[in-house]
């Protein structure tokens, strides 16, 4: 009987569904404001409201069963700090868009509020921020994707590889493919000589070192649970291989020293415990820079936060730039934030180099250039996911790149110059894949 009940009620709410055309559109006030922002020499701000809405228990509400109230007016809050937010303007009528002359050569933290005299109400926006600095035009790459096959065993892999005019060691790279099995393989793989040496079945992840010569390899070990990595060194002259005796787990991130002479590396094991290490070539010990326990029984019961290594770039002889990670419980929420170091590898000491802030923006793929004097990373922080960079010495941040695109993704590449970079948009829609490079000031 309880199920024909329930029946009979869902059949009825359809029912009253199809005639939800026919309800009077009830005035509600919003729950909120989704504020987003284009930066540039003028800056476009652009805010929908939503929520707030009710039409009666017989209907599901959506759009056509209310019209949310129109404020008496907006008022436009700017600052150069979430927590120091002042009125900059007042503006009044239905809009929802704004393009504002902003001081230029500056980064704005701004909130809109919708004020209701009548209901002495306000509704508040999320905090986005925006530079007002003049967008530096992007250069489209023009790339080609050239397909490499190897046979071992029988088997034939293919690679397609994202050929760039600035990729360094253009002419050679460590390849990973797909047999007719949806298996990987890698290879090294000298373009210019179809020179082949076959490596291992697995995916791996590579990075030259500075002299062009080496290559350090993480070849990927499928446990099924957690990933587990195993660490080589590649000589692309010689063509020798020689294992690292890395007894750990997940490896996140690897750098080579400016004389090509050394390496570190950080891991992370199932306890989500975080360990740097250093190795020299042609030397077998491996030496524990840094380490970090977390108590993750704490961690989930909200008395501790869990600290990670990440994104490891080795700046000069004695310096290594460090993204930190801080992840932590809130009340019911599972909060992070990305902070960024300098290791002196002489004393041993961690150093705060550079401050993102406090905040609920989802930020990634931080990655300093050579000199450690600037930091790249894309961010939801305008409302779109854009390129920022952070400028460590003049210890500001402004906005690499402009487009608005819902359905793209965006990514860091590499860095060319300590000026000049590589960044990339594919589309999730048409899976397009566009490089460009852009030179800063």
């Known amino acids: 009987m309880r199920y024909y009940v329930l029946g009979l ?6 029912s009253c569904r199809d005639k939800g055309t026919q309800i009077s559109p009830v005035k509600v006030y919003p729950s909120g404001i989704a504020l987003k922002g284009i930066s540039g020499t003028s800056v476009n701000l652009s805010w929908q409201v939503y929520g707030g809405y009710y039409c009666g228990w017989e209907c ?20 150069t700090s979430k927590r120091n937010l002042s009125r900059y303007k007042v503006i009044s009528g239905k809009i929802n868009n704004l393009n504002e002359i902003l001081p230029q050569n500056q980064s704005f933290y701004i909130q809109i509020k919708a004020i209701y005299s009548a209901g002495a109400k306000e509704v508040v926006s999320n905090i986005i921020m925006v530079s007002s600095d003049k967008i530096p035009q992007s250069q489209h790459l023009e790339t080609q994707y050239k397909g ?10 293919v690679s397609f590889w994202v050929i760039r005019p600035t990729v360094l060691n253009d002419s050679k790279a460590i390849l990973v493919g797909e047999n007719n099995k949806n298996e990987y393989g890698t290879w090294f793989q000298d ?3 179809n020179k082949q040496v076959w490596l291992w079945k697995n995916i791996t992840s590579a990075a030259w070192s500075p002299d062009k010569r080496k290559i350090i390899l993480s070849k990927l070990i499928d446990k099924k649970i957690e990933s587990v990595n195993e660490l080589y060194i590649f000589d ?31 891991s992370s094991d199932s306890l989500s415990n975080y360990k740097i290490y250093k190795k020299e070539v042609g030397v077998t010990d491996i030496v524990t820079l840094l380490e970090i326990n977390n108590n993750t029984v704490a961690f989930h019961a ?20 460090v993204q930190k990670s801080l992840t932590y419980i809130k009340g019911n929420q599972v909060l992070g934030e990305h902070q960024i170091y300098s290791f002196n590898l002489n004393n041993k000491t961690l150093v705060r180099a550079s401050v ?10 931080l ?8 930091i790249a990373f894309v961010s939801r922080r305008s409302g779109y996911v854009a390129l920022w960079i952070k400028d460590v010495l003049k210890n500001r941040m402004y906005q690499l790149s402009n487009q608005v695109c819902l359905s793209c993704n965006l990514t860091f590449n590499e860095w060319i110059t300590n000026n000049e970079l590589v960044y990339s948009t594919s589309n999730n829609n048409s899976e397009e894949l566009t490089f460009y490079k852009v030179k800063l000031d």
């Open 356 to 365: 993102f802030e406090d905040n609920d923006w989802t930020e990634w793929s």
């Open 302 to 321: 909200g008395t501790q936060a869990i600290e990670g290594f990440y994104s490891l770039k080795w700046k000069d002889t004695d310096e290594i730039i």
């Open 236 to 266: 692309s002259e010689s063509f020798q291989l020689e294992p690292i005796p890395f007894k750990g787990k997940n490896v996140i991130s690897f750098s080579w020293s400016p004389d090509s002479k050394s390496l570190v590396f950080c």
């Open 9 to 14: 009620l869902y059949i009825l709410l359809l």
């Open 148 to 157: 490499f096959t190897i046979d071992n065993q029988g088997e034939k892999f």
């Open 367 to 374: 990655a300093s250039n050579d000199s450690g004097s600037k």
């Open 60 to 79: 599901f509400p959506d759009e056509n069963d209310y019209k949310h109230i129109v404020p008496d007016y907006y008022e436009v809050y700017t600052g």
């Open 191 to 193: 373009k210019t000589n």
